[in-house]
């Protein structure tokens, strides 16, 4: 990482989902970044430090990491800083992250974390030893309390499951926006091309799927968006059908946008009935 000039106001963190618990510490950043006049920086991680210290370990997650940094970047961040982690990295002590990374190379003047925040070799530091640290390398320190819903914490793992269930709702909620996937255009089998309904095919990039079905969408494709419909097989393969739309999108990224479910799948006898079922969807 390069020496940067500018003085910063920081935070740290995987930020999966950048879920409303995750977004009430950005807005911290970004506000008092305005405030004081800092540079506001998000740090996370490449490859995910479960996947270098655990390498058999699975490590299931809501959202990809350009997923992630597309989120973080439209809430207003001036800079989203992706470290690689490796081995080396995490022995590195939790003063040592502090002085070498964010005092040196960052010009820290602010950090900003999670209220449960765990930082450095063995996950040793923690909020009561930056508070510490804050005074010997002369930065202001702030902890924000993780959020509750429903009497509980809100939380990637829980949020991932509530989709995996088809609770879109509730999931939607915690999530403080509709529930999204990022994913690749891919080639398909051409079915709906033949009867009048021509679908691009989606290669989520390690997204969360909801369960098989049909729903009604918006598709973010640059800085437009359009309404559509998809259909998520018992494969977990994602096909959408945008409204009006006619330009060849293969190979691009896109971001479906769900807004509510339409019908559970059905197994059709012919390719009239599965026609007449798709004009009934996109009536719907």
């Keep these: 990482m390069k020496k940067t000039l500018y003085p910063s106001i920081v935070t740290i963190g995987i930020f999966d989902g950048v879920h409303k618990g995750h ?22 991680f ?16 809501l959202m990809s990491l350009g ?63 930056l508070r510490r640290l804050s005074k010997t390398y002369d930065f202001k320190f702030y902890s924000v309390p993780p959020l509750k819903m429903d009497g509980n914490f809100i939380s990637s793992t829980r949020i991932r499951r509530l989709i995996e269930k088809g609770d ?11 529930v999204t996937i990022l994913g690749t255009v891919v080639k398909g089998r051409r079915l709906g091309r033949k009867i009048g309904f021509p679908t691009a095919n989606i290669d989520p990039h390690h997204e969360s799927i909801p369960p098989s079905g049909v729903y009604s969408i ?19 393969i994602i096909e959408v059908h945008i409204f ?3 330009k060849d999108i293969y190979g ?7 807004r509510q479910k339409i019908r559970d799948e059905k197994k059709f006898k012919s390719l009239k009935s599965l026609k007449k079922q798709i004009q009934l969807d996109i009536l719907k």
């Design 168 to 178: 879109l709702d509730l999931a939607s909620k915690m999530l403080g926006r509709p």
């Design 218 to 236: 918006d598709v973010a494709l640059g800085e437009k968006k359009y309404r559509g419909i998809l259909n998520i097989n018992g494969r977990k």
């Design 46 to 61: 490449d490859p995910h430090p479960v996947k270098v210290l655990s390498p058999g370990a699975e490590i299931p997650l």
């Design 252 to 258: 691009k990224d896109i971001e479906v946008i769900f």
């Design 244 to 246: 009006n739309f006619k």
């Design 67 to 129: 997923h992630r940094i597309r989120l973080i970047k439209k809430m207003g961040v001036d800079e989203c800083l992706v470290m690689r982690f490796t081995k080396g990295f995490s022995r590195l002590s939790p003063e040592d992250f502090i002085k070498n990374v964010l005092a040196d190379k960052l010009n820290l003047k602010v950090l900003v974390t999670g209220g449960n925040f765990l930082f450095g070799f063995k996950e040793k530091g923690g909020v009561a030893l």
């Design 23 to 44: 977004q009430a510490i950005l807005k911290k950043v970004i506000r008092q970044a305005k405030i004081a006049r800092l540079k506001s920086v998000v740090i996370t």
